[in-house]
């Protein structure tokens, strides 16, 4: 028996509500979501995006109205919810939640642009931290074998052949070498980029901009990731992206896992 997790980033709970994740939310084959930049208070929700029939569901907003936050929602109970990477300065943006389900551990995250406001990648070592911390808040979960998924908008193309425009983007903030090499440093950890262990072809993308019609064109970025602790990934049997799915500038990608990931070792 399978299980599908599910990440996407939404770009606004408020607005893909409109365009019916409802009904795609009710009808996903899912077992868990976790969705970045939500940009909402539970407050601006109706209840059938904040308490879905069959759903049990966590929001965890930023400070600032309108801005970032995360959340998830699982047919599967919680077993212990957790926010933030204990770093007050990222934490009041609401990029983390990191939840129990069994024996595993998910960590749903939106992770910086290091773009800054007017684009001149004054974020960056906002960002990189951000990677650093929560690296480190995690590694000792993989020194003791635990299985942990990490999964959400990672703001980052990893390789030339997650961008379909590499040369043009060398210096633009998510394709910087710096920033790939903070990407390099998970892998290096020992976690696995699951789309790539079943996907190695190109032209295959998370988001595309809304200029210029770049995804009737798939001129896109893959920066949307789930990654695997060694544990977790000997549970992984399958990883896709799912570019049929609309509502945002971002597309859903997933794992299949056996159900076996939620059982204790």
């Given at each position: ?153 990672f703001n980052t193309a990893h390789q030339e052949i997650d961008i379909a425009r590499p040369k043009s983007n060398e210096n633009t903030s998510g394709f910087l070498p710096i920033e790939r090499d903070a990407l390099t440093q998970w892998i290096d950890a ?76």
């Amino acid at each position: 028996m399978t299980s599908k997790i599910i990440s996407w980033n939404v770009n606004g709970l408020r607005a893909v509500a409109k365009k019916g994740f409802a009904d795609w939310l009710a009808n996903t084959p899912a077992d868990i979501i976790g969705l970045q930049e939500t940009r909402a208070t539970h407050e601006q929700l109706p209840a059938k995006i904040l308490t879905p029939e069959g759903w049990h569901t966590h929001l965890h907003p930023a400070e600032r109205p309108g801005y970032s936050g995360v959340g998830l929602y699982s047919r599967l109970p919680f077993d212990r919810i957790e926010t933030g990477i204990d770093s007050p300065e990222h934490d009041v943006e609401g990029r983390i939640q990191r939840v129990q389900i069994g024996d595993l551990l998910i960590v749903n995250g939106y992770f910086p642009n290091g773009q800054g406001k007017d684009r001149d990648n004054s974020r960056v070592p906002f960002k990189l931290d951000f990677y650093h911390q929560l690296r480190d808040m995690l590694q000792p979960r993989i020194d003791a074998g635990e299985k942990v998924l990490v999964m959400g908008d990672f703001n980052t193309a990893h390789q030339e052949i997650d961008i379909a425009r590499p040369k043009s983007n060398e210096n633009t903030s998510g394709f910087l070498p710096i920033e790939r090499d903070a990407l390099t440093q998970w892998i290096d950890a020992g976690w696995t980029d699951t789309f790539r262990a079943f996907h190695q072809g190109p032209d295959r993308y998370s988001w595309w901009s809304y200029r210029g019609g770049a995804r009737a064109r798939n001129v896109g970025w893959r920066i949307d990731y789930i990654l695997a602790s060694p544990a977790a990934m000997e549970h992984v049997v399958h990883a896709d992206i799912h570019d049929d799915v609309h509502g945002s500038d971002h597309c859903p990608i997933s794992v299949t896992v056996n159900k076996t990931i939620y059982d204790a070792s």
